[in-house]
């Protein structure tokens, strides 16, 4: 019987032991609980036992104090810690979803983030992470983060014999001695089977097959024929096709209605205003053949596709000397060549052997550095430097280093480059999830 008792007292000794711990430890702050939670799982990630430590630093991130910053901290060196097991990648990139998604989000979760995501080549989730904290937070350590990364490309398989540059979001591309359409990172919209293709405007081509010209649609539908007999045709642009007829350069609809004026050569029309060639002279025409610039000058540059026009300027060629004109207006001093401007950024222009870039005021922007260039497009130029071609920024840094043999102006992410493979497509990452250069 006393046993029974002495043993009874016992066990009510330790339900009161049980009791007060309880009772100590429900006392406790949330600081105090948040704290031996920490100092705990701390004990355990020294003697690398992460996987227990997990439970309690999860448990001590709920908790809102001014610890729980550092828990947080602490949990995501235990989720890397584990990053290979499974759950363990997800449960960190959430957690830094969740603080980038406060309010008062620090830069440096986004830092981290990009950080993260750049070092398992998820580029386009770092920049997507870094354009969010720029705009949250403003963060000029951010925009340098991102300005070193911005500019990260891959390099499309597909390849072509030759590639023109990119027009409205598709490019005229050239297989085995025939002529289609490829969007514009690459990929075959209009397969190479015709003599001869225009540039992709108003979702329509215009095209050659066994001397018979017609338009087709994005799908090879065709959808539009020329009863005349032409000799040729140029660019497509602005519901403007020039057709040789008889000798002479006339524009027709996309539906291949006549008009009546006709000249000597043409360009392709861009911002309502095209090169035209007139008794022997360069000029600049507007849609009703109005004239822009007389016809009194050698030459009216053009680029590869034809176009003169952008930005409210044109260059002219009187014998070496090459001026920008506005309007009636010649602006800034004289070049040896130029490129035409694009219709954001600068145009590239020739003085003493180099190239360097001048803005729409006429304006020295980037020194006279390069030995070619082309003209900018979506914050980049083309620049060849020695015998390669890599990109510049409007700051005149290069971004995208000189390793091709040749290059075109980028235009929706992409740019064709010319490599021993022959004519390719580099996409910027950024481009990936249509995010653009935003900044």
Request: charged fraction near 20%; include cysteine; aromatic fraction near 12%.
């Amino acid at each position: 019987m006393k046993r029974a008792n002495r043993i009874a007292i016992g066990a009510a000794c330790v339900a009161l032991l049980l009791i007060s711990w309880i009772v100590a430890i429900g006392s406790k702050s949330p600081v105090e609980k948040q704290l031996d939670l920490m100092q705990r799982a701390a004990e355990m990630t020294n003697d690398g036992i992460y996987i227990l430590a997990v439970p309690l630093l999860e448990e001590a991130a709920g908790y809102s104090t001014i610890y729980t910053p550092q828990a947080e901290s602490e949990l995501k060196k235990v989720y890397l810690a584990l990053i290979d097991s499974a759950g363990f990648r997800q449960k960190y990139t959430s957690l830094l979803e969740k603080q980038m998604n406060r309010r008062d989000a620090h830069p440096g979760y986004f830092a981290e983030a990009a950080d993260y995501y750049l070092s398992v080549s998820r580029v386009a989730d770092a920049l997507a992470a870094l354009r969010e904290g720029i705009g949250r937070t403003g963060s000029e350590a951010l925009v340098e983060q991102y300005e070193e990364n911005r500019y990260a490309y891959q390099l499309n398989s597909t390849s072509y014999e030759y590639v023109a540059a990119i027009h409205g979001g598709a490019v005229q591309v050239m297989r085995e001695g025939l002529w289609g359409v490829a969007k514009s990172d690459g990929s075959l919209m209009i397969p190479c089977e015709y003599s001869r293709v225009s540039t992709f405007y108003s979702d329509r081509a215009i095209v050659m097959q066994n001397e018979e010209i017609f338009a087709v649609d994005r799908n090879n539908n065709r959808i539009a024929l020329l009863r005349a007999y032409a000799e040729a045709f140029g660019n497509f642009a602005e519901d403007r096709v020039p057709l040789l007829i008889n000798g002479r350069w006339t524009r027709a609809t996309g539906e291949f209605i006549l008009g009546a004026a006709a000249f000597e050569d043409i360009g392709t029309y861009s911002g309502g205003y095209a090169a035209a060639k007139e008794n022997g002279l360069w000029g600049v025409v507007d849609l009703a053949s109005g004239w822009l610039v007389p016809a009194e000058y050698d030459e009216i540059i053009m680029d590869e596709l034809g176009r003169c026009y952008a930005q409210g300027a044109v260059f002219t060629r009187k014998g070496d000397s090459v001026h920008m004109r506005i309007g009636n207006a010649q602006v800034g001093e004289s070049y040896e060549d130029a490129r035409p401007f694009s219709e954001e950024g600068f145009a590239a222009v020739k003085k003493n052997g180099k190239w360097g870039f001048i803005d729409a005021g006429g304006n020295m922007r980037i020194d006279f550095i390069f030995d070619d260039a082309l003209s900018f497009g979506q914050h980049l130029a083309a620049v060849k430097i020695d015998e390669l071609w890599g990109y510049i920024s409007l700051s005149g840094d290069v971004v995208i280093e000189p390793v091709f043999l040749e290059a075109k102006s980028f235009s929706n992410g992409n740019a064709p480059v010319f490599t021993a493979r022959g004519w390719q497509f580099i996409t910027l990452l950024e481009y990936k999830r249509g995010a653009g250069l935003a900044l």
